[in-house]
C-alpha cells in the first residue's frame, strides 16, 4: 500500500498533519489536545554511521504532560548500569525486604523461569506490557539519590522520578527505598543494599504545573480546582526521545556520553522494547489481553489485530495516564532501508476532569497517533 506514492522532496509537519481528517482533527487544536510531537530523520555515510535531522512541531517543556510508563526506560537503563557497577548478572536472583508497613516483601516471580524475581525479569515485565508492579521494585533497587545522580550525570537535569506507581507508599514515604538482596543460585547471599533515604531536594525544577479544571482524589471526592502534578514524575518529551535515541545508537556517541553497560545489556534492552508479548515465553501474557498494538500505538494503536507485517519493527516505550498519551518510537524496516525516530503525545480529556474515567485514548489519542507513525512511515518511503 506504501509504494505507489509519488515522491515528496521536503518533510512539513503542515502537511503531514493535513493528509487526514484524524490529524487534522487534533492538529487544528494543538494547545487544546497539548501535541509535541519530535521526528527524527536518519541518514548513514558509507561506513554506516548515522546522522540526524529533527523536526519538532509545538514542542515545549513548560507544556506539561504526565510522563506515567515513560519512567521505565530510564530506570531499566540505569538498573543496569548500576547492575555492571556492582559486578552483578541482570539474571541473579533479587529479593526485595520492607522496612516499612507501605513497602513490599518479594521473594517470588511466577513469570520467570526458575521462580525467583531477577532484574532482568523486572525490565522483560516493564517494557514488553509495562508492569507496574516491576517497576516499582526496579525503582527501590536504585535508590533515589543514586537514580538521579546518573540521570544528572547524563544531562537530564530536569527530569524527576520521585515515586512508584503500585500504591502503599505516599508522598515522603517514596523517597525511602527498600532493602534490597542478590543471592546465587543455592540462595546465598552475594550483596546486600540496605534501605536507602533520599538526601537530595527533588522538587521538580519546572514547576508549578496544574492540568484540568477538576479531579477526583484517592477518596473519589470531585475537587473542583486542576489537579497539581508539581510533586510527581516529570520528563519532557526531548527527554525521553534523547534517551531512546542514545540507547539505540549507543556506540555512536562519545564514550563519555554512553550508557555504561555491556552489548548485551543494550541487545536486551533493544529485543524486549521491540518484541510483542505474544512473543515472550518467560514471562507469557494472554494475547487478548496484552493484543499485539498493546503497547505499539504509532501505526498500529487504532487495531487490536495482530501485526501481520513482519518487517517493520518498532522498538518503543509508552505512557498513558490522566489522559495523557505518549508513543517514543525508533521504526525501521531493514528490508525497505528505512529508519526513523518519531516521538508524540496527545491529551485526550475533553471534559477536563481528571481521575473520572472519562478519557478519549480509543476515539481521539489512538487513531490519531496510529495514523500520526502511518504518514510519516509512508513519507519516508516516498522520500527515497
Known sequence: ????????????????????????????????YRLQIIYTRITRDASGKPSFKNYTYYLDSSNYFYCASLVKLPCSIIALEKLNELKLDKETILFTDSANSCQHTVKVDTSSSNGYPSMAQYIKRMLLVSDNFAYGRTYEFLGVDYLHKRLFELGYKQMRIVHRFDGGCKGISNLITNPVTFYNKDLKMIYHQSQQVATGNYTNAMGPFKVGKAYYNTQNKKINEPKDFTNMNFMSLQNIHSILQRLVFNEYYPAAQQYHFTKSDQDFLLKYLTMLPRE????????????????????YGDSKAPIMNKEIKITNIVGQSYGFMVDCAYIHNEKEHVEFMLSAVIYANEDEIINDGKYEYGSVALPFLAELGRQVYKYELSKK
Open 1 to 32: 500500500m506504501y509504494k505507489t506514492l509519488c515522491a515528496q522532496t521536503a518533510f512539513s509537519f503542515e502537511t503531514v498533519l493535513n493528509e487526514t481528517p484524524v490529524l487534522k482533527k487534533v492538529s487544528s487544536n494543538p494547545g487544546k
Open 280 to 299: 515472550s515465553s518467560h514471562p507469557s501474557y494472554n494475547t487478548k489481553a496484552y493484543h499485539d498494538s498493546y503497547k505499539k500505538y504509532f501505526m
